[in-house]
């Protein structure tokens, strides 16, 4: 089998800030300074435009959080690698949550991206821990329009009906409602079998409320719904959970920043899957690329 016939090819997808760019930032900043025969090792020549992830790496050893990605181009990046002996190309496009955005309220990905995800072996789906928009519940319903100066007798009286505005209601829709039309779309593009890595970025924020925190449980009790769809369609969109810190800490937090610039970032990096705790960016990929093998 020659090299391309084994190379594994991933999209990354994610809403607004959801941590994809940190994650393809740093696993650049330990691929670039990894020996040839590390696990994890860059192979043949190196990406066209190293300036974007350059200028990233630079922040996280800085202890400065990456910038947004541009709404309009994205970032296109190839990164040939080597993970444990097998061949890796991460061909990835590296777009902006807002594009991602736009395209659940269409229904439909952007050209570039649609190519990508139909010739993807695998799909890493992010997910930022402090940006989970959740449904309300009934009780939450009635406290908030009694606090918009609504009576429950209110509710009752006939009111003419409104047809919802569809692109609204898609803006506004909790997360896990996104993620399973994203998910729904992108299965459709790919047109068979797609392994989906969820990885739940700033990971070190759930391990700070819950230190025994596991990644499939916290998507259960945070995202039911996206668990359950995952879990149904276990066959055409085989998963598993990671969570992963690719900054280490929060930067905002008093002295965090600062402690972790004096470390390297792979020694910064923090993760979290099934077979338990670690510090290898690694995990998602090595799992997509079983799941292909
Ligand atoms: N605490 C913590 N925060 C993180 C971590 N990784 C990313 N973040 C924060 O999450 C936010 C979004 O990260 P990005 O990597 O820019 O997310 P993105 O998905 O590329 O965002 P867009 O390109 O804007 O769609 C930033 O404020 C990061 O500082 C982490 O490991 N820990
Ligand atoms: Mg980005």
């Known amino acids: 089998m020659t090299d391309q016939a084994q190379a594994l090819s991933l999209s990354m997808l994610g809403l607004v800030g959801s941590g994809k760019t940190t994650y393809l ?6 691929v670039k300074n990894a020996d040839e025969d590390a696990p994890l ?9 190293t300036g974007y992830l350059d200028q990233g790496a630079h922040r996280l ?4 959080a990456v910038r947004r990605t541009n ?10 690698l080597t993970l444990d002996s097998w061949p890796l190309v991460l061909n990835q496009l590296d777009v902006s949550g807002e594009t991602i955005q736009e395209a659940i309220v269409a229904r439909e990905l952007p050209r570039v991206v649609h190519e990508r995800v139909a010739r993807s072996d695998g799909v890493l789906l992010f997910v930022h821990p402090d940006k989970v928009a959740r449904p309300f519940t009934i009780p939450e319903t009635h406290v908030l329009s009694e ?3 609504q009576t429950p007798e209110d509710e009752d009286e006939d009111e ?19 993620l399973v039309d994203l998910l729904q779309v992108a299965a459709g593009a790919a047109e068979r079998r797609l392994p989906v890595a969820v990885v739940v970025s700033a990971w070190d924020e ?5 230190p025994h925190a596991r990644p499939r449980a916290w998507l259960s009790s945070s995202m039911p719904l996206l668990a359950q769809f995952l879990d ?9 959970v990671f969570g992963v810190s690719a900054q280490g800490g929060d930067y905002e937090a008093p002295g965090v920043a600062e402690a972790l610039a004096q470390r390297a970032v792979s020694e910064r990096v923090r993760t979290a899957s099934p077979d338990g705790p670690g510090n290898d960016l690694a995990v998602p990929l090595r799992w997509l690329l079983q799941s292909r093998l």
Request: hydrophobic share 40%; net charge negative; aromatic share 4%.
């Open 25 to 30: 930032v740093a696993l650049w900043a330990i």
């Open 41 to 49: 090792a860059l192979r043949g020549p190196l990406p066209d435009a």
């Open 61 to 64: 050893l800085a202890g400065e």
């Open 71 to 80: 709404y309009d181009t994205g970032e296109d990046v190839r990164l040939e």
């Open 147 to 149: 606090a918009a100066g």
């Open 160 to 178: 003419p009906l409104v047809p919802p505005d569809d692109n609204l209601v898609r803006r506004s829709a909790p997360t896990a409602v996104q």
């Open 206 to 210: 759930v391990e700070a409320d819950d």
């Open 232 to 240: 149904n369609n276990a066959d055409h969109l085989p998963n598993e």
